[in-house]
């Protein structure tokens, strides 16, 4: 198992452009120090990468570890958590961020990779999904939020386009059972996609818009979680990895991320990589705290930090790029 230490980075290496992020860190890249210790990984040729976390944005209030950034990195969706469920837009370029209005005990944003839309989570009573439409320029809501259907929901995830939305039904039809279902967003109409065995916990479209991944928790024997790839023709599905925890797609859609289950991983708070097909890649070792999530384009980890004066939201550079360079 290789070890490789990063140099801090300037904040402006991830600005708002794709571009100008992969540029950046293919300078990193060419200008990285290695550290060359190995260790014998047990069945695994997984590598655990060990970079310097770049602060990205910051808020001074306390905000729910779920962050959403904008398709094209420009923003990012956060909730407060207290005093009120507020919904705030960060701008990663240190820009001033701004609320837009209660949520109602708001949780899970979500935006949609069309970039005119967020979605989430709340409800006085049942939790429903609601979404907001934005303006693709600034970041800010446009309309009052508008709940997209009655039902009960647990996970959802947008469809490429945006205009259509999968989501997990809180009803379930028998004990340790879960329903996809999928949505129209502009006309309501909804279709049943599958029942599974187990709590479907996370949803996410691939960019063909020809699948869904999901992760599953299941009552047996077997403590992982399995991660799941179905087709939305014909909702055939298929077992891609057992893990920990799923915790989502890249947005690229080339890689998987998850929580091992096992010690080293746990010893040195590792997430691992993989292909879409469940191959390992590398592990990445973040700082302790909340689970990391996807960047926009797949270039980095997002993850919020907690501090007295305020949250910040941190990037843990280029976890999918990796492998390829150093192989």
């Known amino acids: 198992m290789s070890e490789w230490t990063s140099r801090r980075v300037d904040q402006n290496r991830f600005a708002v452009d794709g571009r100008a992020i992969l540029t950046a860190l293919l300078c990193l890249l060419l200008h990285t120090d290695v550290a060359a210790q190995t260790d014998a990984v047990p069945d695994s040729s997984v590598y655990i990468y060990r970079p310097d976390p770049v602060t990205v944005a910051a808020i001074d209030v306390p905000i729910h570890p779920a962050v959403a950034p904008s398709p094209d990195g420009r923003f990012f969706a956060v909730l407060q958590t207290r005093p009120d469920p507020i919904l705030w837009i960060v701008p990663a370029d240190t ?94 109409n909804v279709r049943f996609l599958l029942r599974e065995t187990g709590m479907i916990y996370r949803l996410d479209w691939a960019p063909d818009g020809q699948h869904i991944y999901y992760g599953v928790a299941s009552e047996s024997a077997d403590s992982l979680h399995r991660v799941m790839r179905v087709r939305i023709r014909g909702a055939s599905r298929e077992t891609v990895a057992h893990v920990g925890e799923f915790l989502g797609l890249s947005p690229d859609g080339l890689s998987l991320l998850y929580r091992p289950d096992d010690f080293e991983a746990i010893r040195a708070n590792a997430f691992e990589v993989s292909t879409v ?18 960047s926009a384009g797949s270039y980095a980890l997002l993850q919020v930090r907690n501090n007295e004066a305020g949250d910040e939201i941190i990037a843990i550079p280029s976890p999918a790029l990796w492998p390829f360079f150093f192989r």
């Not at 609320?99 to 949609?112: F, H, I, L, Q, V």
């Not at 939790?127 to 800010?140: A, F, K, L």
């Not at 469809?159 to 939305?165: L, S």
């Open 95 to 188: 820009g001033a961020p701004f609320s837009y209005r209660k949520m109602w005990a708001a949780y899970k944003p979500r935006w949609a990779p069309s970039g005119n839309r967020i979605g989430f989570i709340a409800g006085l009573g049942p939790p429903r999904i609601w979404t907001i439409e934005v303006d693709r320029e600034s970041g800010r809501p446009v309309d009052p939020p508008r709940m997209l259907y009655r039902a009960e929901a647990n996970a959802y995830a947008f469809a490429p386009d945006g205009e259509w939305i999968a989501f997990v039904s809180r009803r379930s039809t028998a004990r340790a059972a879960s329903e996809i279902f999928l949505i129209e967003w502009e006309s309501r």
């Open 277 to 294: 097909d469940g191959a390992p890649l590398l592990r990445v070792s973040v700082p302790r705290g909340m689970a990391p999530t996807w």
